[in-house]
């Protein structure tokens, strides 16, 4: 058991966790050859650098990545959900997580 | 399936027939057959967690289609014995600090028993053995290795090639139970499915966050005051009480209310509760007449009926002979 905590977050925890992995859930809502741009879940956009080989797509999506210096993220998986998001309730998740650190151990 | 299937079981006791009764109007009763819906979380006084594996309110949860794996879990669950099973919802975090105080006996996690968890994460690295599927889970709180072991009979193939979709980066939602293996923790799968909705992220960490404070802290006392706002304008329900009154009486209340789960019940519900508790040992239970008898002066004929109503929709009661005869379903 082990491995580095990879915690969720939103565009306004970005600041926080420059530098580490982190799990971003959100929707695509701009997409080209290099880049994502992803709407999270408190509504703040992100940019994402894509990896080589990026699944990403239209739609929700997790990206896994590190958080640049210009809070921009260097995708390094991602995992495509369906449709079905609610993105203010996983706000709140994601708000609540980050002060039960027993259970999740995000900062 | 949706990924609220396992929620909405839950939910289903309460929602609707919960408040009807509040409002007084539609006087039916609700003849409440399966395991409580309230108090599921377990807290360590609350006595409404039965050790029956039917009456765990973990059965509730199992009681959905997990692939057809829930009647493998319910059925070990029953040669457990008397320990309490239950199905939580975790994080990989808290299975690390899980603890095992006895060598092969259950792990202990917010003080019980550990038995069956559900976790929901990504898969990082997947393979297929000659007895197992094994694979690493990350829920963004750690890693954990899982093992699900080939059933013995024809159906090897079948499950190896339904396996087969749970590769590297696919999002899953496993019940298992934990084992210490070479002082490695594992946890021994009993079935895994696809998640195809962020929203089941959502849910599954609000679900871990509400059990592991409500095995820690009580249930909320928030829920319970606003069910006495919705009882307030209906019959001046504890007017009796007094507005600033009835808030200290509640807290004075906290540390009697332990014997029925911390901060769940009002003052008349304990009541109410304690004395329908005095008849567990006849067939028929309380009469409605006598329990408004017994509480005349403090709380009238209707209330007494909505309040009994409200326990009978949260499982904490159950009607016998006929709608008018209460019994406890706790022991």
Not at chain 2, 27 to 56: I, L, V, W
Not at chain 2, 103 to 123: A, T
Request: net charge negative; hydrophobic share 35%; aromatic share 6%.
């Amino acid at each position: 058991m082990g491995a580095e905590a990879t915690p969720r977050i939103n565009s306004a925890l970005l600041q926080k966790n420059v530098g580490r992995p982190v799990r971003l859930v959100g929707k695509v809502i701009g997409l080209n050859a290099t880049h994502a741009f992803i709407e999270a879940s408190d509504r703040g956009q992100v940019n994402v650098q894509l990896t080589a080989g990026s699944i990403i797509r239209q739609g929700v999506v997790e990206v896994l990545g590190r958080v640049n210096p210009d809070l921009s993220i260097a995708e390094m998986s991602s995992f495509m959900f369906q449709e079905d998001y609610d993105c203010d309730t996983y706000n709140r998740m994601v708000t609540l997580a980050h002060s039960q650190p027993e259970l999740f151990g995000w900062a | 399936m949706s990924g609220y299937g396992g929620y909405g079981g839950y939910a289903g006791g309460n929602a609707g027939g919960g408040f009807q009764g509040q409002f007084g109007q539609q006087q039916q009763p609700h003849h409440q057959q399966q395991q409580p819906a309230g108090g599921g979380f377990g807290s360590p006084s609350n006595p409404f967690t039965n050790t029956t594996p039917t009456g765990s309110p973990g059965a509730r949860k199992a009681s959905d289609p997990h692939g057809g794996d829930a009647h493998a879990a319910r059925g070990s669950r029953a040669d457990a014995g008397k320990s309490e099973q239950s199905l939580r919802s975790v994080t990989v975090k808290q299975l690390q600090s899980a603890t095992q105080p006895v060598p092969d006996m259950p792990f202990r996690l917010d003080g019980r028993d550990l038995s069956q968890v559900v976790l929901v994460g990504r898969i990082n690295s997947a393979s297929t053995q000659s007895t197992n599927f094994a694979m690493t889970l990350d829920d963004g709180t750690g890693t954990v290795e899982c093992k699900k072991f080939f059933g013995d009979g024809g159906d090897e193939e079948e499950e190896a090639a339904r396996l087969a979709q749970f590769s590297e980066g696919v999002y899953v939602r496993v019940v298992g139970q934990l084992r210490a293996f070479a002082s490695r923790k594992t946890l021994v799968l009993f079935s895994v499915r696809p998640v195809h909705s962020a929203n089941e992220i959502t849910l599954h960490c609000l679900e871990a966050i509400t059990m592991h404070l409500a095995l820690t802290r009580g249930l909320p006392m928030p829920a319970q005051q606003m069910l006495q706002q919705m009882q307030q304008p209906q019959a001046g329900a504890f007017g009796g009480f007094g507005g600033a009154q009835q808030h200290m009486h509640q807290q004075g209340q906290q540390q009697q209310q332990m014997q029925f789960g911390a901060g769940m019940f009002t003052p008349l519900q304990q009541e109410i509760m304690m004395l329908v508790s005095q008849q567990q040992h006849t067939v028929e239970g309380m009469a409605l007449d006598a329990l408004a008898f017994r509480l005349r002066g403090r709380a009238g004929a209707d209330e007494v009926r909505s309040t009994v109503d409200y326990l009978s929709a949260e499982g904490h009661l159950y009607s016998t002979i006929d709608d008018a005869h209460f019994k406890a379903t706790s022991a």
